[in-house]
């Protein structure tokens, strides 16, 4: 039986505590995916996004079967379920990879657009029930929007905006906004098995690929690119979202939140230590104040306030 509402505590708090842990594995995995986009070289969104989830959908699949799991049965899920799922996980994706497609010369910028989800998941956590948005979401928020104006603008470039990479700026945003969604809306879902995620990885998977083979040309991967996807499918885009699933539904997800805020900054460094960018003062102004928005609009997490 699933149950539209959210999950009870522990009384002791060490079961969220723990979930809280497990779910902050993520955010280390995540933390490699604009890396591992980049050097995936030019396959096809769509193409990635079914290349990808594959291999997650077998390995998340294997794991469920191998600790005794039901990974068959745990697939019969409400519509709503599977609706939530599937627009999370293949919607993001989707537009992730497009942006760095769209916007191949400014990968650095995307990628922090992108990470505004941090701080959307705080202001979006406010609305469920027993929440509600105090005068520092809002702070964060402009603080995090100012960040974000900074991006796109190039710090000197006033409002003037390369008109080839607005695409790209737009998709990373919308990322962003169906990443949060699907984080904040899942722990309404708590008692749904973490296990069923392979099943959404899967549909993700079958969506991706009817869709490149109706607007994209197949690109054959090299022996390095090969690598990226698998690895991708491993991590950040395997094993990433069965440790979150846990922790939204189970752990603190205001903290999980406040946990997020590192992974733009560490996902912008191995960018620009492997050469796939270049930072400058615009870039580490923007990532300060995105991230300082996020730590103000969770004030109340980090004094443990609840």
Request: proline share 5%.
């Amino acid at each position: 039986m699933v149950t539209d509402s959210l999950p009870t505590p522990d009384p002791s708090g060490s079961a969220v505590r723990r979930a809280t842990a497990i779910g902050g594995l993520a955010i280390l995995m995540w933390s490699t995916l604009a890396l591992l986009t980049a050097l995936s070289g030019t396959i096809p969104p769509f193409q990635l996004v079914a290349m990808s989830f594959g291999v997650a959908f077998v390995v998340g699949t294997a794991a469920g079967a191998a600790r005794g799991k039901d990974v068959i049965g745990v697939l019969r899920q409400p519509w709503k379920v599977w609706a939530l799922g599937v627009a999370g996980l293949f919607g993001y994706h989707f537009f992730y990879f497009l942006a760095f497609r769209l916007a191949p010369g400014a990968a650095v910028e995307v990628n922090l657009l992108n990470y505004l989800w941090p701080l959307l998941i705080v202001l979006f956590s406010a609305l469920l029930p027993g929440e509600r948005l105090k005068r520092g979401h809002v702070l964060g928020a402009l603080c995090g929007l100012a960040g974000t104006v900074l991006i796109v603008t190039g710090g000197g470039r006033g409002l003037s905006l390369d008109a080839g990479d607005t695409p790209g700026y737009l998709s990373a945003m919308a990322a962003a906004v169906l990443w949060a969604s699907y984080s904040v809306l899942s722990r309404r879902f708590g008692d749904v098995p973490t296990e069923a995620v392979g099943g959404f990885c899967l549909a993700t998977a079958v969506l991706a690929g009817l869709s490149h083979l109706l607007f994209e040309t197949t690109v054959a991967p090299s022996g390095g690119e090969w690598l990226a996807v698998l690895a991708m499918g491993i991590g950040p885009v395997g094993a990433a979202f069965f440790v979150w699933d846990h922790g939204v539904k189970r752990g603190d997800i205001r903290a999980l939140g406040v946990l997020s805020y590192a992974t733009p900054l560490t996902s912008t460094l191995l960018l620009i230590l492997f050469g796939q960018a270049s930072g400058g003062w615009a870039v580490w102004a923007a990532c300060g104040l995105i991230m300082g928005g996020a730590v103000l609009a969770s004030r109340d997490v980090l004094r443990g306030d609840r």
